[in-house]
């Protein structure tokens, strides 16, 4: 039995690309910034080199990305008017929220690219136990508003890596089906039960592990 994953940062699950003007590697850098927050102080004040650091993302394109992300309403920033301050980041409110382990910043072997497609296709997986693929590829391209091109070859890279897999489970009552599912490679398993009201604070538990 998987154990239960008690590190996770926070992702708003109502995150709508498109419709938002919003990247799809905006979704890597909003957890990047969320899981420099203090749980305890409700201060979240990583440098661009920090933020680039754990990302694996160019500074250029983090500026660009909070900027994004600050016009869409999911992060307000407190501009630091001292020189080599860094800001300070405040996260709205949201119902649902997407369970992001803390281990998914220690992976090495994706590039930032394929680590934000991980993130955006991960919606597409079964909602209930994360393991099942729902829909095809070219939804996944729409949400994520890239080409077709683009999710398939890093959907595929995903699977060649062993974050993804593609096996044949068998029915009950007979016979067998072929699922595409996430791997154990990066612990998705959380208490449920958990709402985001019961995480205090500014609803990130980055920092802080449930007993």
Not at 148 to 161: E, P
Request: glycine share 6%; aromatic share 12%.
């Amino acid at each position: 039995m998987t154990p239960i994953n008690k590190q996770f940062v926070l992702l708003p699950s109502d995150i709508a690309l498109t419709k938002e003007g919003l990247h799809y590697k905006d979704l890597l850098t909003y957890i990047t910034i969320r899981s420099f927050l203090n749980s305890k102080n409700d201060l979240c004040m990583p440098s661009y080199e920090s933020i680039a650091d754990r990302s694996g993302m160019s500074k250029k394109f983090i500026g660009q990305s909070i900027i994004r992300l600050e016009r869409a309403g999911y992060l307000k920033v407190e501009r630091s008017q001292k020189r080599r301050a860094s800001n300070r980041y405040s996260f709205r409110d949201h119902e649902c929220f997407c369970q992001i382990p803390y281990e998914f910043f220690e992976i090495d072997d994706l590039t930032a690219n394929e680590k934000a497609m991980l993130l955006g296709v991960r919606e597409c997986f079964d909602s209930t136990n994360l393991e099942f693929f729902v829909g095809d590829l070219a939804n996944a391209a729409l949400m994520l508003d890239v080409t077709y091109r683009t999710v398939y070859v890093q959907f595929k890279s995903l699977i060649d890596k062993g974050y993804i897999e593609k096996v044949t489970i068998p029915y009950k009552s007979g016979g067998e089906r072929k699922v595409t599912r996430l791997t154990s490679k990066i612990n998705w398993h959380y208490h449920r039960d958990i709402k985001p009201e019961k995480l205090g604070g500014d609803q990130d538990s980055s920092n802080l592990i449930f007993k």
